[in-house]
Antibody
Framework: QLQLQESGPGLVKPSETLSLTCTVSGGYVSSSSIYWGWIRQPPGKGLEWIGSVYYSGSPYQNPSLGSRVTISMDTSKNQFFLRLTSVTAADTAMYYC???????????WGQGALVAVSS | QSALTQPASVSGSPGQSITISCTGTNNDVGRYNLVSWYQQHPGKAPKLIISEVTKRPSGVSNRFSGSKSGNTASLTISGFLAEDEADYYCCSYAGRTTVFGGGTKVTVL
């Protein structure tokens, strides 16, 4: 059974960089046609797609986040990563990683990692 | 890319059918048959219940069904149960991006 698990600091200071890791078990991040995505959800609000990465090729990213976002992958560790720079309180959210086949839908989700931005 | 438009809330009585709409544009919902729907209970991760407009993943109740007409997709819950009370989100492939709806809170009357 495929499982995803987010990990990273739960508290980040304003203007610093948020870094999260998603570890995949029961499957391979290098699988053909399978993208791997990040989605976030501010407290009490809706879902926002951040971006999705494939084991070969450039990631797709939400244009609204601009150059603050970097999504990458380490196939040897079966992990993919999210890096968000210059964070503000507006980046406080539950961050989910998920499998994104062909970028059509998200079928397996991690349990989420709550990240607060505060000094 | 703007979020897809969903009603903020919908209510239903047990046994009733309820429908949630999801309105996009010619660049997302209207262009691709790649709308998906997610159910989210409080404190839980979203769960895929409909993919590619009408497909139901294994294990999802056949009380959930999806459809699309033009720029609007719809999720119908037939025989509404108290356990269906949750937030529901639509999502569409949009070429280089992916866009979610704002979410609909479904409550039992």
């Amino acid at each position: 059974q495929l499982q995803l698990q987010e990990s990273g600091p739960g508290l980040v200071k304003p203007s610093e960089t948020l870094s999260l890791t998603c570890t995949v078990s029961g499957g391979y991040v290098s699988s053909s046609s399978i993208y791997w995505g990040w989605i976030r959800q501010p407290p009490g609000k809706g879902l926002e797609w951040i971006g999705s990465v494939y084991y070969s090729g450039s990631p797709y990213q939400n244009p609204s986040l601009g150059s603050r976002v970097t999504i990458s992958m380490d196939t040897s560790k079966n992990q993919f990563f999210l890096r968000l720079t210059s964070v503000t309180a507006a980046d406080t959210a539950m961050y989910y990683c998920a499998r994104h086949p062909n970028r059509y839908f998200f079928d397996y989700w991690g349990q989420g990692a709550l990240v607060a931005v505060s000094s | 890319q703007s979020a897809l438009t969903q009603p903020a809330s919908v209510s239903g009585s047990p046994g009733q059918s309820i429908t949630i709409s999801c309105t996009g544009t010619n660049n997302d919902v209207g262009r691709y048959n790649l709308v998906s729907w997610y159910q989210q209970h409080p404190g839980k991760a979203p769960k895929l219940i409909i993919s590619e407009v009408t497909k139901r993943p294994s294990g999802v109740s056949n009380r959930f069904s999806g459809s699309k007409s033009g720029n609007t997709a719809s999720l119908t819950i037939s025989g509404f149960l108290a356990e269906d009370e949750a937030d529901y989100y639509c999502c569409s492939y949009a070429g280089r991006t992916t866009v979610f709806g704002g979410g609909t809170k479904v409550t039992v009357l």
